[in-house]
């Protein structure tokens, strides 16, 4: 007994074999926060506006603050890791994230409750590249896919136990239970960190701040994700979106002038040189792009036509992220022996497939047909989140591993903002079409109030049979026609990821120099990292 006590001892004790995996062990407690937080608050809205008096305004940005400074930030809070310390960095987000989340646990009102998102979308911007990068710095190229694999897994697990958490803590304890189930998350993740994590940073720059490229950057982006967001509300054509647009182009492209001509940039645009590099991240984009609208959409589906509570279609969405959960260390597994590009070629396709096979789903359709495209979409989405990630990070030296990992991160936050505008405005173009034919005499201003409620989830709500029916098949049809479109993007990304994205895995104890993905794409017959 004494001897298996001692055994067990040693293996918890801090050792150069372990280290690495009690490092993965304080990345995954922190992502397993920041994720549960992008799933977690949308079930309580109900309360809070009961607690806080608060308008759908106030509720809407509950959810967008938090999205839009976690979106803007990311590629900043990688590079700040790289220049002062990547674990330095991402301590000071897990704190700021504890604090402002115990803030807003205690908020007295809704102005209180979105500044503390936008704090706490900061810290999980400074977090979430800290992540990764020090898990890439952590695991040598040959282990890598593994490590990442079962980060994706923790991942996709607080994605999909956000809303059953959500919705049992705002029913039967308190909405501000939500934001306080972090601290001890939290109080974990430093405590590992502290205990395990050794300090890695970009040797290669000195520890100067590009201040230019932060303030262009964060200018273009906030502006570009705040059109998206905001789009099918205020109307594309409004003067608000097209200022807006007009200031995400300036900002953008005075941030790519920036980075061209400054000493040391915050992005190196040579990453994308790297074929492996630029395929990884549009393979992200185009798989948020897919993945954040069909749940969105789906989930409005599930609530308003199939009539579910918001807890009961949480639950019928965890089948595919179960799938999800046990694909991403097998697929990360695979990408360690067999090369990222096989998976993300297969996966892109079965998301095509699977989309294409829900797009004939109709008002009156059973569980039973969706599970089984749900259990195919888990499958599919396993076998890419994993094998993206580890094509991305090793096409590049892993002292720049920290950028890289926040442009990876900006890009499926982007990708998933598109598809949601893109699809939401898809969705009101046909379901218009379709309310036109259904109902020729109902005056306009009454057809553009159903049209607006067919995006909100609000369709048939004290109206007439005939009008409920109309609405409920123009969005079934406006959405049959939304995931068509996802799927067709997802063929796209397919054949995107087989000509970009190299084949072969990675070799044993080697990384890439900065020489090498730069000149990846001219030395063709160079073993490949990704």
């Known amino acids: 007994m004494n001897s298996r006590l001692r055994g067990r001892a040693r293996s918890l004790a801090l050792t150069e074999e372990n280290r690495r995996w009690w490092t993965l062990a304080a990345m995954c407690f922190a992502l397993f926060m920041i994720m549960l937080d992008n799933t977690v608050v949308n079930v309580a809205l109900p309360s809070i506006q009961r607690d806080l008096h608060a308008g759908l305004s106030a509720l809407q940005w509950t959810v967008n603050a938090y999205t839009l400074s976690l979106a803007v930030l990311l590629v900043t809070g990688g590079r700040l890791g790289d220049i002062f310390g990547r ?3 991402f301590l000071s987000g897990v704190v700021l994230f504890a604090l402002s989340s115990g803030a807003i646990g205690l908020a007295p009102n809704d102005s209180f409750l979105v500044a503390g998102r936008v704090i706490q979308g900061i810290g999980a911007a400074l977090m979430m ?14 282990e890598r896919g593994k490590a990442i694999g079962t980060w994706a897994g923790v991942s996709a697990l607080a994605l999909a136990i956000g809303p059953v958490v959500g919705g049992f803590l705002a029913e039967d304890v308190s909405w501000r239970a939500i934001f306080f189930l972090n601290l001890p998350v939290a109080a974990g993740a430093v405590a590992i960190t502290l205990f395990a994590t050794a300090e890695s940073r970009d040797e290669t720059v000195p520890r100067v701040v590009d201040y230019a490229g932060i303030g262009t950057l964060t200018v273009g982006l906030t502006a570009l994700v705040l059109a998206l967001v905001e789009g099918n509300a205020w109307h594309w054509g ?26 040391y940039p915050m992005v190196d645009f040579s990453f994308f040189r790297s074929r492996s590099f630029l395929g990884a991240n549009i393979v ?21 036509i199939l009539g579910y509570s918001p807890i009961q279609a949480g639950i019928r969405f965890l089948p595919m992220t179960v ?34 096979w829900q797009s004939h789903l109709t008002a009156h359709s059973s569980y039973s047909f969706l599970l089984p495209p749900f259990l195919l979409m888990g499958l599919a989405l396993g076998l890419v989140m994993s094998p993206m990630s580890t094509a991305a990070m090793n096409a590049v030296d892993r002292t720049k591993a920290g950028v890289a990992s926040g442009t990876l991160s900006m890009s499926r936050m982007v990708g998933g903002t598109f598809g949601i505008a893109v699809l939401g405005a898809l969705i009101q173009a046909v379901g218009r079409s379709k309310i036109d034919q259904r109902l020729p005499a ?38 049959q026609a939304g995931l068509r479109v996802s799927a ?33 794409t001219e030395l063709a017959a160079q073993p490949a990292r990704a």
Do not use: C, W
Not at 129 to 142: K, R, V, W, Y
Not at 326 to 332: A, D, K, T
């Open 129 to 142: 590249p800290g992540t990764l990068s020090i898990i890439s710095n952590t695991f040598p190229p040959e």
């Open 442 to 479: 109902v005056p306009a201003g009454v057809k553009d109030q159903l049209v607006q409620g067919l995006g909100q989830g609000t369709a048939g709500h004290h109206v007439s049979a005939q009008v409920a029916h109309a609405t409920t098949d123009a969005y079934v049809a406006a959405l």
């Open 87 to 89: 674990r330095r960095v």
């Open 323 to 356: 799938v999800i959960i046990v694909m991403g260390p097998i697929s990360g597994r695979l990408a360690d022996r067999i090369g990222p590009r096989p998976l993300l070629v297969a996966g892109l396709v079965a998301i095509a497939g699977t989309l294409f």
């Open 238 to 263: 409004s003067a608000r979106i097209v200022t807006l647009l007009a200031m995400a182009l300036v900002g953008l492209t005075a941030f790519v002038v920036v980075e061209m001509r400054t000493r």
């Open 488 to 520: 067709a993007v997802a063929v796209i990304g397919a054949i995107l990821a087989f000509i970009l994205v190299r084949g072969r895995r990675p070799q044993p104890q080697s990384e890439p120099t900065v020489g090498e993905h730069v000149a990846e």
């Open 284 to 304: 992200a984009f185009i798989v948020t792009f897919s993945m954040f609208a069909m749940f969105f959409f789906l989930a409005l589906y599930l609530q308003n």
